[in-house]
């Protein structure tokens, strides 16, 4: 199967106008999409790319001729997250709101003011992906999307005027090993091209330290050790050793990052499967794109999303039908289809549609099969407390510093390490 022509990433796109995000509602349960009990306009804020095209949510509107979805999405995941925190509880929320697992921490805290995902549909999802937008009492608030397992994206184009390998299998067999092995093949295409190797510091920290199963806080106490971990410190100088040579210095979702991608101002980036539409979306007319079934240190899973449903909103049982069938297995495997966004569900894991679902823009790359075992190869889940989107959102930043000159790699250190500390 081949995938469908995916639209351009919307995250260029201005945060969508407030008028179509604000609902009036304190409590409301609304009626529901199939019931036939008047006309419904639904609203879904999501951001990045879901997969959720036009033509994807004309299919539920077709089949429920009383529902309007109206789909917004925000610039950034930071800008949607911003949102969603100021105002959950209160009225301006869509009907159904998208979020990162990375926020999971924060908004465990406010379960009771998110509608429950249906007992009956907890099976449908990975163990892991169920346990973690589950709350102590058993509540399950979050329908799971997708994960995120990671391969290595290329330019076959650039691979071969540096004289490296471009076929798939052998580029593959030339990673294969640690995150040095990654950074000396970065050594071998920089001394021959003079060109950047991957896109940014920040990138490829976040592809290490998913490695790391508690970086940044004690899963047994809620403590913050994120300065005092040896692994976030090591990784931290290992990327950025390697960014003083390799690094096209581009900060990912940045207007030149964006650019980068047609442009060939860097060879290789890591890729969750998500990633695939952003590349495609943003760098259609490139010929060279390609993807690897390795990543540097064995396996990693980037990232990760669920729907929920806002407990005061107009439309609570209409929304969570449309959430249900948004993460039905069916459902999921066309919005991987769409944008590359690799579901959670287990049905959908064995489906044939999903394993035999190749990418004619990245040469035609397996990639149902090639990110099937990406996933299984994944064995850390890394413990994201209270304060991990923080800390790692400052990491970003640090590392963004050193980049772009304004501070040396020690003195970006002690700036992060000074920001942690005031957390706790």
């Given at each position: 199967?081949?995938?469908?022509?995916?639209?351009?990433?919307?995250?260029?796109?201005?945060?969508?106008?407030?008028?179509a995000?604000?609902?009036?509602?304190c409590?409301?349960?609304?009626?529901?999409?199939?019931?036939?009990?008047?006309?419904?306009?639904?609203?879904?804020?999501?951001?990045?790319?879901?997969?959720?095209?036009?033509?994807?949510?004309?299919?539920y509107?077709?089949?429920?001729?009383?529902?309007?979805?109206?789909?917004?999405?925000?610039?950034?995941?930071?800008?949607?997250?911003e949102?969603?925190?100021?105002?959950?509880?209160k009225?301006?929320?869509?009907?159904?709101?998208?979020?990162?697992?990375?926020?999971?921490?924060?908004?465990?805290?406010?379960?009771?003011?998110?509608?429950?995902?249906?007992?009956?549909?907890?099976?449908?999802?990975?163990?892991?992906?169920?346990?973690?937008?589950?709350?102590?009492?058993?509540?399950?608030?979050?329908?799971?999307?997708?994960?995120?397992?990671?391969?290595?994206c290329?330019r076959?184009?650039l691979?071969?005027?540096?004289?490296?390998?471009?076929?798939?299998?052998?580029?593959?067999?030339?990673?294969?090993?640690?995150?040095?092995?990654?950074?000396?093949?970065?050594?071998?295409?920089?001394?021959?091209?003079?060109?950047?190797f991957?896109?940014?510091?920040?990138?490829?920290?976040?592809?290490?330290?998913?490695q790391?199963?508690?970086?940044?806080?004690?899963p047994?106490?809620?403590?913050?050790?994120?300065?005092?971990?040896?692994?976030?410190?090591?990784?931290?100088?290992?990327?950025?050793?390697?960014?003083?040579?390799?690094?096209?210095?581009?900060?990912?979702?940045?207007?030149?990052?964006?650019?980068?991608?047609?442009?060939?101002?860097?060879?290789?980036?890591?890729?969750?499967?998500?990633?695939?539409?952003?590349?495609?979306?943003?760098?259609?007319?490139?010929?060279g794109?390609?993807?690897?079934?390795?990543?540097?240190?064995?396996?990693?899973?980037?990232?990760?999303?669920?729907?929920?449903?806002?407990g005061?909103?107009?439309?609570?049982?209409?929304?969570?039908?449309?959430?249900?069938?948004?993460?039905?297995?069916?459902?999921?495997?066309?919005?991987?289809?769409?944008a590359?966004?690799?579901?959670?569900?287990?049905?959908?894991?064995?489906?044939?549609?999903?394993?035999?679902?190749?990418?004619e823009?990245?040469?035609?790359?397996?990639?149902?099969?090639m990110?099937?075992?990406?996933?299984?190869?994944?064995?850390?889940?890394?413990?994201k407390?209270?304060?991990?989107?923080?800390i790692n959102?400052?990491?970003?930043?640090?590392?963004?510093?050193?980049?772009?000159?304004?501070?040396?790699?020690?003195?970006?250190?002690?700036?992060?390490?000074?920001?942690?500390?005031?957390?706790s």
């Amino acid at each position: 199967m081949k995938n469908r022509a995916l639209r351009r990433v919307a995250l260029v796109a201005a945060v969508a106008s407030t008028s179509a995000l604000v609902l009036a509602g304190c409590s409301g349960t609304g009626g529901s999409a199939s019931g036939g009990d008047g006309d419904v306009t639904l609203t879904i804020a999501t951001f990045n790319d879901f997969g959720y095209t036009d033509a994807l949510l004309q299919e539920y509107m077709d089949a429920h001729p009383n529902v309007k979805i109206v789909h917004n999405k925000a610039a950034t995941s930071n800008e949607a997250r911003e949102n969603y925190f100021q105002k959950l509880g209160k009225p301006g929320l869509a009907d159904i709101e998208a979020i990162e697992v990375d926020w999971l921490p924060e908004v465990m805290e406010y379960a009771d003011l998110l509608a429950p995902v249906p007992d009956d549909l907890k099976s449908r999802w990975l163990d892991y992906k169920v346990e973690a937008a589950t709350s102590p009492e058993g509540k399950l608030v979050g329908y799971g999307t997708d994960i995120g397992p990671e391969g290595v994206c290329y330019r076959s184009d650039l691979f071969a005027a540096a004289g490296l390998p471009t076929d798939r299998a052998e580029v593959a067999k030339m990673l294969q090993g640690d995150w040095s092995t990654y950074f000396a093949a970065g050594d071998t295409y920089v001394a021959a091209t003079g060109k950047a190797f991957f896109d940014s510091a920040g990138g490829t920290y976040q592809g290490a330290i998913n490695q790391v199963e508690a970086a940044y806080e004690n899963p047994d106490n809620g403590e913050i050790t994120a300065t005092s971990n040896p692994d976030v410190k090591k990784i931290y100088d290992q990327v950025l050793k390697a960014s003083a040579t390799q690094s096209a210095h581009l900060g990912q979702w940045s207007d030149d990052w964006f650019a980068g991608l047609s442009n060939g101002a860097f060879a290789t980036m890591l890729c969750p499967g998500w990633m695939l539409g952003v590349i495609e979306g943003n760098a259609p007319e490139v010929k060279g794109w390609d993807i690897a079934n390795v990543f540097p240190g064995g396996a990693g899973n980037w990232g990760g999303s669920y729907l929920t449903v806002p407990g005061n909103g107009k439309n609570v049982e209409a929304a969570q039908e449309l959430a249900d069938w948004l993460t039905d297995p069916e459902t999921q495997v066309k919005a991987f289809e769409n944008a590359g966004t690799f579901p959670s569900q287990t049905d959908a894991l064995k489906a044939d549609a999903l394993l035999g679902n190749t990418n004619e823009y990245f040469n035609n790359a397996p990639v149902g099969e090639m990110l099937s075992e990406r996933a299984q190869a994944v064995k850390v889940s890394p413990y994201k407390g209270t304060f991990y989107f923080q800390i790692n959102d400052a990491m970003q930043k640090a590392l963004t510093r050193v980049e772009d000159g304004t501070q040396d790699a020690a003195t970006s250190w002690k700036q992060w390490a000074t920001e942690v500390d005031a957390l706790s």
